[in-house]
Protein backbone atom coordinates (compact mmCIF):
# COMPACT_ATOMS: atom_id res chain seq x y z
CA UNK A 1 0.00 0.00 0.00
CA UNK A 2 2.91 2.63 0.85
CA UNK A 3 4.29 2.16 -2.99
CA UNK A 4 0.75 3.15 -4.44
CA UNK A 5 0.49 5.75 -2.31
CA UNK A 6 3.84 7.26 -3.12
CA UNK A 7 2.87 6.40 -7.03
CA UNK A 8 -0.35 8.22 -6.71
CA UNK A 9 0.74 11.56 -4.34
CA UNK A 10 3.94 12.07 -6.50
CA UNK A 11 2.29 13.17 -9.84
CA UNK A 12 -0.51 15.26 -7.90
CA UNK A 13 2.00 16.88 -5.69
CA UNK A 14 3.65 18.09 -9.65
CA UNK A 15 0.78 19.18 -10.73
CA UNK A 16 0.41 21.57 -7.67
CA UNK A 17 3.87 22.69 -8.12
CA UNK A 18 2.99 23.50 -11.97
CA UNK A 19 -0.54 24.76 -11.26
CA UNK A 20 1.11 27.69 -8.66
CA UNK A 21 2.58 29.03 -11.94
CA UNK A 22 0.96 32.50 -13.35
CA UNK A 23 0.64 33.25 -16.88
CA UNK A 24 4.36 35.34 -16.85
CA UNK A 25 6.42 32.10 -15.42
CA UNK A 26 8.30 29.62 -17.58
CA UNK A 27 6.72 26.91 -16.21
CA UNK A 28 5.56 23.56 -17.75
CA UNK A 29 2.91 23.49 -20.03
CA UNK A 30 0.71 20.30 -18.94
CA UNK A 31 -1.45 18.97 -21.71
CA UNK A 32 -4.92 17.59 -21.31
CA UNK A 33 -5.11 13.83 -21.46
CA UNK A 34 -8.20 13.94 -23.96
CA UNK A 35 -4.94 15.83 -26.34
CA UNK A 36 -2.47 13.48 -25.63
CA UNK A 37 -1.92 10.47 -28.25
CA UNK A 38 -0.66 8.06 -26.08
CA UNK A 39 -3.00 8.36 -23.20
CA UNK A 40 -5.43 8.05 -26.33
CA UNK A 41 -3.82 4.56 -27.20
CA UNK A 42 -4.08 3.84 -23.24
CA UNK A 43 -8.09 4.59 -23.27
CA UNK A 44 -8.51 2.30 -26.44
CA UNK A 45 -6.81 -0.35 -25.07
CA UNK A 46 -8.35 -0.17 -21.42
CA UNK A 47 -11.86 0.14 -23.71
CA UNK A 48 -10.70 -3.38 -25.58
CA UNK A 49 -9.57 -5.22 -22.44
CA UNK A 50 -13.26 -3.84 -20.17
CA UNK A 51 -14.75 -5.75 -23.29
CA UNK A 52 -12.97 -8.96 -22.62
CA UNK A 53 -15.32 -11.93 -21.23
CA UNK A 54 -13.63 -14.00 -18.30
CA UNK A 55 -13.23 -17.55 -19.02
CA UNK A 56 -12.32 -18.46 -15.53
CA UNK A 57 -9.53 -20.15 -16.37
CA UNK A 58 -6.32 -18.41 -15.32
CA UNK A 59 -3.63 -18.88 -18.37
CA UNK A 60 -6.32 -18.26 -20.57
CA UNK A 61 -7.59 -14.93 -19.38
CA UNK A 62 -3.93 -14.11 -18.81
CA UNK A 63 -3.13 -14.93 -22.57
CA UNK A 64 -5.87 -13.01 -23.64
CA UNK A 65 -5.34 -10.06 -22.00
CA UNK A 66 -2.04 -9.85 -22.73
CA UNK A 67 -2.59 -9.81 -26.19
CA UNK A 68 -4.22 -6.75 -25.78
CA UNK A 69 -2.08 -5.29 -23.29
CA UNK A 70 0.85 -6.16 -25.88
CA UNK A 71 -0.77 -4.46 -28.36
CA UNK A 72 -0.87 -1.57 -26.64
CA UNK A 73 2.37 -1.16 -26.16
CA UNK A 74 3.35 -1.86 -29.48
CA UNK A 75 1.33 0.89 -30.63
CA UNK A 76 2.29 3.40 -28.04
CA UNK A 77 6.28 2.58 -29.14
CA UNK A 78 5.37 3.12 -32.60
CA UNK A 79 3.93 6.78 -31.66
CA UNK A 80 7.42 7.26 -29.84
CA UNK A 81 9.32 6.62 -33.24
CA UNK A 82 6.95 8.73 -34.93
CA UNK A 83 7.09 11.75 -32.15
CA UNK A 84 9.98 11.14 -29.78
CA UNK A 85 13.49 13.19 -30.25
CA UNK A 86 15.40 11.33 -27.57
CA UNK A 87 17.96 8.53 -28.83
CA UNK A 88 17.64 6.45 -26.01
CA UNK A 89 13.78 6.52 -25.53
CA UNK A 90 13.18 5.41 -29.14
CA UNK A 91 15.61 2.76 -28.96
CA UNK A 92 13.59 1.87 -25.91
CA UNK A 93 10.90 1.49 -28.05
CA UNK A 94 12.05 -0.12 -30.77
CA UNK A 95 13.18 -2.98 -28.01
CA UNK A 96 9.42 -3.08 -26.95
CA UNK A 97 8.42 -3.80 -30.51
CA UNK A 98 10.57 -6.20 -30.91
CA UNK A 99 10.15 -8.26 -27.87
CA UNK A 100 6.05 -7.55 -27.59
CA UNK A 101 5.49 -8.68 -31.03
CA UNK A 102 7.49 -11.46 -30.73
CA UNK A 103 5.66 -12.55 -26.81
CA UNK A 104 1.71 -11.63 -28.94
CA UNK A 105 2.53 -14.25 -31.48
CA UNK A 106 3.40 -16.87 -28.79
CA UNK A 107 0.40 -16.05 -26.90
CA UNK A 108 -1.86 -15.81 -29.89
CA UNK A 109 -0.88 -19.67 -31.06
CA UNK A 110 -1.27 -20.97 -27.34
CA UNK A 111 -4.77 -19.54 -27.18
CA UNK A 112 -5.42 -20.92 -30.61
CA UNK A 113 -5.14 -24.46 -29.13
CA UNK A 114 -5.92 -24.26 -25.68
CA UNK A 115 -9.72 -24.49 -24.68
CA UNK A 116 -10.50 -22.67 -21.65
CA UNK A 117 -11.18 -25.01 -18.12
CA UNK A 118 -12.85 -22.65 -15.29
CA UNK A 119 -11.82 -23.45 -11.77
CA UNK A 120 -11.49 -21.59 -8.51
CA UNK A 121 -7.69 -20.68 -9.28
CA UNK A 122 -8.80 -18.75 -12.13
CA UNK A 123 -11.72 -16.57 -10.66
CA UNK A 124 -9.26 -15.52 -7.98
CA UNK A 125 -6.69 -14.51 -10.69
CA UNK A 126 -9.25 -12.81 -12.96
CA UNK A 127 -10.77 -10.64 -9.68
CA UNK A 128 -6.91 -9.88 -8.83
CA UNK A 129 -6.39 -8.77 -12.60
CA UNK A 130 -9.45 -6.45 -11.95
CA UNK A 131 -7.90 -4.93 -9.51
CA UNK A 132 -4.95 -4.29 -11.16
CA UNK A 133 -6.85 -2.85 -13.89
CA UNK A 134 -8.57 -0.48 -12.06
CA UNK A 135 -5.21 0.57 -10.00
CA UNK A 136 -3.58 1.36 -13.57
CA UNK A 137 -6.77 3.03 -14.94
CA UNK A 138 -6.54 5.37 -12.07
CA UNK A 139 -2.43 5.68 -11.70
CA UNK A 140 -2.26 6.88 -15.11
CA UNK A 141 -5.12 9.14 -15.29
CA UNK A 142 -3.57 11.56 -12.60
CA UNK A 143 -0.29 11.52 -14.55
CA UNK A 144 0.58 15.22 -15.47
CA UNK A 145 1.62 15.40 -18.87
CA UNK A 146 3.25 17.84 -21.19
CA UNK A 147 2.88 17.68 -24.87
CA UNK A 148 6.58 16.17 -25.05
CA UNK A 149 6.41 12.74 -26.52
CA UNK A 150 9.51 11.11 -24.73
CA UNK A 151 8.87 12.42 -21.42
CA UNK A 152 5.01 11.30 -21.86
CA UNK A 153 5.38 7.77 -23.30
CA UNK A 154 8.65 7.46 -20.63
CA UNK A 155 5.67 7.91 -17.66
CA UNK A 156 3.10 5.83 -19.31
CA UNK A 157 5.16 3.13 -20.27
CA UNK A 158 6.06 2.80 -16.52
CA UNK A 159 2.33 2.20 -15.67
CA UNK A 160 1.78 -0.02 -18.57
CA UNK A 161 4.45 -2.43 -17.76
CA UNK A 162 3.54 -2.29 -13.96
CA UNK A 163 0.31 -3.42 -14.69
CA UNK A 164 2.09 -6.45 -16.82
CA UNK A 165 4.20 -7.29 -13.97
CA UNK A 166 1.72 -7.33 -11.74
CA UNK A 167 -0.82 -9.86 -13.68
CA UNK A 168 2.63 -12.10 -14.47
CA UNK A 169 2.91 -12.12 -10.84
CA UNK A 170 -0.67 -13.48 -10.26
CA UNK A 171 -0.55 -15.83 -12.87
CA UNK A 172 2.55 -17.59 -11.19
CA UNK A 173 0.30 -17.99 -8.30
CA UNK A 174 -2.97 -19.14 -9.93
CA UNK A 175 -1.87 -20.33 -13.06
CA UNK A 176 -1.43 -24.18 -14.60
CA UNK A 177 0.78 -23.94 -17.98
CA UNK A 178 4.41 -24.04 -17.19
CA UNK A 179 4.57 -22.81 -21.01
CA UNK A 180 2.46 -19.48 -19.76
CA UNK A 181 4.36 -19.08 -16.30
CA UNK A 182 7.81 -19.51 -17.86
CA UNK A 183 6.58 -16.67 -20.52
CA UNK A 184 5.15 -14.44 -17.42
CA UNK A 185 8.83 -15.15 -15.73
CA UNK A 186 10.10 -13.20 -18.92
CA UNK A 187 7.75 -10.10 -19.10
CA UNK A 188 8.22 -9.94 -15.07
CA UNK A 189 12.34 -9.96 -15.91
CA UNK A 190 11.96 -7.95 -18.90
CA UNK A 191 9.83 -5.15 -17.95
CA UNK A 192 11.46 -4.64 -14.72
CA UNK A 193 14.57 -3.76 -16.19
CA UNK A 194 13.10 -1.24 -18.34
CA UNK A 195 10.68 0.04 -15.64
CA UNK A 196 14.20 1.12 -13.86
CA UNK A 197 15.62 2.66 -17.34
CA UNK A 198 12.64 4.53 -17.87
CA UNK A 199 12.76 5.97 -14.18
CA UNK A 200 16.36 6.88 -14.46
CA UNK A 201 15.89 8.43 -18.07
CA UNK A 202 13.08 10.62 -15.94
CA UNK A 203 14.87 11.64 -13.60
CA UNK A 204 17.85 13.10 -15.34
CA UNK A 205 15.55 14.12 -18.79
CA UNK A 206 11.73 14.50 -17.20
CA UNK A 207 9.38 16.92 -16.71
CA UNK A 208 11.03 18.10 -13.14
CA UNK A 209 13.95 18.90 -15.17
CA UNK A 210 12.39 21.41 -17.64
Known amino acids: MKKWRVMLVLPLMLLAMFSCNDDSDEGIIVQDHDKNEFMTIMHNMNTQMDAMQMTGDADHDFAS ?4 HHQGAIDMANKELEKGNDATIKGMAQQIIDKQTAEKAELTTWLASHTPVPDAE ?59 KEMAKMMIEDQNKEITDLTAWLKSNGPANQ
Request: hydrophobic share 45%; aromatic share 4%.
Open 122 to 180: GEAFDMEMMDVMEKMKNWKDIQVLTGDADSDFAELMIIHHQQATDNAQSILHHGHHDDI
Open 65 to 68: MMVM
